[in-house]
C-alpha cells in the first residue's frame, strides 16, 4: 500500500527544536519529489520545504534558516528538521509526495496523515 | 511568488445544486494548476490536476476548467460528502508552488 506516515510533532518550548519524520511505503523517495506543508489552526495551506529535481531544496522564506528537509533513501524517511521554533509555527505539518502530471505540472498526489506540533511556553 | 486568489472565499450550498469556485493566478500558469478537497481533520486530497484532468477515483461531478490565468472547478449535483473546504494550487515552474486561501463550502 501507498503511504506515508508522519511521527515527531508534540508540544514544545518557543526556541526549541523538534525532528519530523515521515516513512514511505509502496513507493521510494529517493525517486520523487517530497514536501512538507503545513496548516495552521483555522488557515489554510501553506509550503514549508521541498525535495525537487533531484537533491535541490526549497524553504519558504518564513522559515528558512530554521527548518531543513532531508531524507534517508535506506529508511525511505523524510525529515524536517525545525530550530529556534516560534509561536507562529504551530501547525499541522504534512508530508506530501509530489507527482508530475501528464502536462509536466507537479501535484501533491499521497499526503500523510498530519502531524500537530504546538509551540508555547 | 505566484500569488493565487480564490474566490468565493466560503458559499452556502443545498444538496444537489450545481457549484463553482474561481481561482485566479497572478501570472500566467499554463494549465499547471491543481485543486484539492479538505475535509475536517483530515489531509486533502488532489480532485483535478493540469486543470481539467480528473483524478483516478474521483466522482465525475467533479469537473476543471481554463488555462493561463482564469481556472473553475465545478461541482454539478453537490452531494452531502462534498462539504468541505477546496483549494487550487499552481505548479508553473520552480517551488513555491502556491496555494489559494481555500473555499469552504458549507450546507445552506
Known amino acids: 500500500e501507498v503511504q506515508l506516515v508522519e511521527s515527531g510533532g508534540g508540544l514544545i518550548q518557543p526556541g526549541g527544536s523538534l525532528r519530523l519524520s515521515c516513512a514511505a511505503s509502496?513507493?521510494?523517495?529517493?525517486?520523487?519529489?517530497m514536501g512538507w506543508v503545513r496548516q495552521a489552526p483555522g488557515k489554510g495551506l501553506e509550503w514549508v520545504s521541498v525535495f525537487y529535481s533531484g537533491d535541490i531544496t526549497y524553504h519558504a522564506d518564513s522559515v528558512k534558516g530554521r527548518f531543513t528537509i532531508s531524507r534517508d533513501n535506506s529508511k525511505n524517511t523524510v525529515y524536517l528538521q525545525m530550530n529556534s521554533l516560534r509561536a507562529e509555527d504551530t501547525a499541522v505539518y504534512y508530508c506530501?509526495?509530489?507527482?508530475?502530471?501528464?502536462?509536466?505540472?507537479?501535484?501533491?498526489?499521497?499526503w500523510g496523515q498530519g502531524t500537530l506540533v504546538t509551540v508555547s511556553s | 511568488d505566484i500569488q493565487m486568489t480564490q474566490s468565493p472565499l466560503s458559499l452556502s450550498a443545498s444538496v444537489g445544486d450545481r457549484v463553482t469556485i474561481t481561482c485566479r493566478a497572478s501570472q500566467s500558469i499554463n494549465s499547471y494548476l491543481n485543486w484539492y478537497q479538505q475535509k475536517p481533520g483530515k489531509a486533502p486530497k488532489v480532485l483535478i490536476y493540469?486543470?481539467?484532468s480528473l483524478q483516478s477515483g474521483v466522482p465525475s461531478r467533479f469537473s476543471g476548467s481554463g488555462s493561463g490565468t482564469d481556472f473553475t472547478l465545478t461541482i454539478t449535483s453537490l452531494q452531502p460528502e462534498d462539504f468541505a473546504t477546496y483549494y487550487c494550487?499552481?505548479?508553473?515552474?520552480?517551488?513555491?508552488?502556491?496555494f489559494g486561501q481555500g473555499t469552504k463550502v458549507e450546507i445552506k
Open positions: 493540469d486543470a481539467s
Open positions: 509502496g513507493f521510494l523517495v529517493s525517486n520523487n519529489y
Open positions: 494550487q499552481q505548479s508553473y515552474s520552480t517551488p513555491p508552488w502556491t
Open positions: 506530501a509526495r509530489v507527482g508530475g502530471t501528464y502536462r509536466g505540472g507537479w501535484a501533491l498526489d499521497i
